[in-house]
């Protein structure tokens, strides 16, 4: 069973900086395509950011230059570095990843993957 667990979540005024991170169980991170979504309560779910199995990157519109996706393949860990949030970047943050016989390069859509993480919660304050 494939088993990802975000952590790095809480509360932060405007204009500050949060670093989520995504521990991978019976996946290897580097293999496919990974990728972080959030969702507002009553919204469809976003997707935030992309990373492909040779680490090329994708992102939302409303995150580029302020959020960085990476892994670290010998911690088997995704991460999403968000600097500069503001309100509208609140949130509950998943982590997702590929089925490993699909990645889809480049796709921020939650169609395209196969296995999610619980969800951290992200508040921005102004």
């Known amino acids: 069973q494939v088993q990802l667990v975000e952590s790095g979540g809480g509360s932060v005024q405007a204009g500050g900086s949060l670093r989520l991170s995504c521990a991978a169980s019976?996946?290897?991170?580097?293999?496919?395509?990974m990728g972080w979504f959030r969702q507002i309560p009553g919204k469809e779910r976003e997707g935030v950011a992309g990373?492909?199995?040779?680490?090329?990157?994708s992102y939302a519109d409303s995150v580029k230059g302020r959020f960085t996706i990476s892994r670290d393949n010998a911690k088997n860990t995704l991460y999403l570095q968000m600097n500069s949030l503001n309100s509208e970047d609140t949130g509950m943050y998943y982590c997702?990843?590929?089925?490993?016989?699909?990645?889809?390069?480049?796709?921020?859509?939650?169609?395209?993957?196969?296995?999610w993480g619980q969800g951290t919660q992200v508040t921005v304050s102004s």
């Open positions: 997702a990843a590929a089925w490993p016989w699909r990645c889809v390069v480049g796709s921020l859509k939650s169609a395209d993957f196969g296995y």
């Open positions: 019976r996946y290897t991170v580097s293999s496919t395509c």
């Open positions: 990373i492909d199995k040779n680490a090329a990157t």
